[in-house]
Every structure is written in structure tokens, then in C-alpha cells.
């Protein structure tokens, strides 16, 4: 497997535009968005509902292709790849945390931990599943399934999922928005804990305040632009 190559700039994204939807129904969502995010960095992405907010996301992690412009993650350059290269790419340097936790119903905790190390034919899959399932509190929920967790249950699962491969780039869309404010909080202190045990760089859509402030840098979208880029410099401590 290609090792990562280290890289200063984890996500460099120059004149993205992209347009989903057919016919009459095709909607223009990203227009010529540009943004720098240095290695290391905690950013929090903000924005009114329909801002194009979560699909910068989905670009950021290969899943959608832009109409137009370059999107660069952790030094690879996305639109070079063929789709089953962007798969592996994204499994081993990506890792997303979605509001829905998205986790697969007829596998364990265990398992649904271990489908991306597996998919990457990591002889250590299982292991490093219940590593980080320990890590986040779940040692005693390896042969669980989702249904039989609670929310925040599920979302530290999804979260662990998330950084068993210990990717370059963390991404997290609205990861407390199904859950009640207390969990929520726990959720968040695991996550921030986490991407500065893993040295990842974490991007977070979120409407929260509060977890805006923990972030090193916002990042404000609007109509599918990014608009603002501001350093939080208070902040930088309590990111890491």
C-alpha cells in the first residue's frame, strides 16, 4: 500500500464548482469555493442551512466530484484518481462522522468498526477495532449491534470507525445534531481528544457555538461560496 505523504496543506480546494440534480431540478451548490487547511488545523465550517456547507464535505472526502477546480487532500490530488483508487485513498486518509452515525445494522460493533481496515486489507483490522472501540469507551460492547446501542453509543462507534485508520483528514458533518446536549458534549470532548491524539486535521460543520469556539479557525460559507476564513487565536489551545 502507498504510504501518505506528509503534506503542510491537508485540503487545498481552488475554484470548486458543482451543480447536482437533473434538468429543470439541477441545482448549482458550490460556486468557485476556495480554501486552504493546514495539517493539524481544527476547523469549524458555519454557514446558514443551504449554504453548501456538507457538500463541500462530501467533495473534501472524494465522495462527490466537482463540475470544475482542483480538490487536493493530504497531497493527493483527487481528480487524478479512478474511482477504485479514490475508494482506497479515501479509506486509509479520510475519516467521516456523520449526524446519522450511517452504521451498518447487521454488523457489530466490532465489525463496523473493522469494514474499512478490511476493505484496506489491514491484517490488524480486527485489533485495531477493538483498540479503538476501547479507546472510546465501548470494550464492552464488541458483539453489539447498532440497534441494541443508544445514540451516543452508536456515534462513539462511528467515531471510532472513523479513526481506526488514523487518517490524515477528520471530518465531522453536525456529529451531536441526533443527540441530547449532555451526550452531545461527551461526544465532543471524545472527538477534539481523539483528532489531538491522532494528529488529524478536523473539519466540523456545525450550527453549535459552543463547539465553534473550540475550533482554531471558522470557516463561513454562503450561497456555495466560502466567504470568511477567520483564525480563533484564543482558541487554539483548547483544540488541542
Given at each position: 500500500m502507498k504510504p501518505l505523504r506528509y503534506d503542510?496543506?491537508?485540503?487545498?480546494m481552488e475554484g470548486v464548482d458543482l451543480s447536482l440534480g437533473t434538468g429543470r431540478a439541477r441545482v448549482h451548490i458550490l460556486k468557485q469555493a476556495?480554501?486552504?487547511i493546514a495539517a493539524g488545523e481544527a476547523v469549524g465550517l458555519?454557514?446558514?442551512s443551504g449554504s453548501g456547507k456538507s457538500t463541500l464535505l462530501m467533495v473534501m472526502a472524494g465522495l462527490e466530484?466537482?463540475?470544475a477546480g482542483r480538490v487536493r487532500?493530504?497531497?493527493e490530488?483527487?481528480?487524478a484518481l479512478s474511482e477504485d483508487k479514490l475508494a482506497r485513498f479515501r479509506g486509509r486518509a479520510v475519516g467521516i462522522v456523520f449526524q446519522s452515525f450511517h452504521l451498518i445494522p447487521t454488523m457489530t460493533a466490532l465489525e463496523n468498526v473493522a469494514v474499512p481496515l478490511e476493505l484496506a486489507n489491514r491484517s490488524d483490522a480486527l485489533a485495531r477495532a477493538r483498540h479503538e472501540l476501547e479507546s472510546v469507551g465501548l470494550g464492552d460492547r464488541f458483539g453489539h449491534y447498532p440497534a441494541q446501542l443508544s445514540g451516543g453509543e452508536q456515534q462513539r462507534v462511528a467515531l471510532a470507525?472513523?479513526?481506526?485508520?488514523?487518517?490524515?483528514l477528520l471530518i465531522a458533518d453536525e456529529p451531536t445534531g441526533n443527540l441530547d446536549e449532555t451526550t452531545g458534549k461527551e461526544i465532543m470532548d471524545l472527538l477534539f481528544a481523539k483528532r489531538a491524539e491522532h494528529k488529524s486535521t478536523l473539519v466540523l460543520v456545525t450550527h453549535d457555538a459552543n463547539l465553534v469556539k473550540r475550533c482554531s479557525r471558522v470557516v463561513r460559507m454562503r450561497s456555495g461560496q466560502v466567504e470568511e476564513a477567520a483564525a480563533q487565536p484564543a482558541a487554539v489551545a483548547r483544540a488541542r
Open positions: 503542510p496543506i491537508a485540503v487545498a476556495s480554501l486552504q458555519v454557514g446558514p466530484r466537482p463540475d487532500i493530504a497531497g490530488e483527487l481528480g470507525r472513523a479513526l481506526a485508520p488514523m487518517p490524515a
